[in-house]
């Protein structure tokens, strides 16, 4: 591996070819501003910038106009988002699950 050694070597090796294992087509490069999926897949937006996280807050407008009320929304500096998946037995959680779930982040 390079970096991990002494060997002034200059050899490289390619990255390994792209494999059928995942079962879909890789979404192709490119410079678009929006998220790309793979065909017959979808993507939603669970939560956005300026979401209310707090009873009460009205809608964001996004036009400027939402100064002061911050504290009670979504921001955009997220720390991090987690995905728990439910055992079906309500016994704890496991990474296999996909019909149940807790979906934790940081705001």
């Known amino acids: ?26 979404v192709a490069e490119n410079l678009n501003d929006t998220v790309m999926v793979p065909t017959g897949y ?3 937006v669970v939560f956005a910038t300026g ?5 009460g807050v009205s809608a964001y407008a ?9 504290d009670d929304r979504s921001g955009d500096c997220h ?7 439910l055992k079906s037995d309500n016994r704890g ?8 779930y807790h979906l934790c982040y940081n705001c």
């Open 51 to 55: 979401d209310p996280i707090k009873m």
């Open 62 to 70: 996004n036009d400027g106009t939402n100064t002061g009320d911050f």
């Open 1 to 26: 591996m390079a970096g991990c050694n002494d060997d002034d070597s200059t050899t490289t090796t390619s990255a390994p070819a792209a494999t059928a294992l995942l079962g879909f087509s890789a």
């Open 79 to 85: 720390d991090g988002m987690v995905y728990f998946g």
């Open 42 to 44: 979808t993507s939603e």
């Open 93 to 100: 959680y496991s990474y296999l699950s996909t019909e149940r």
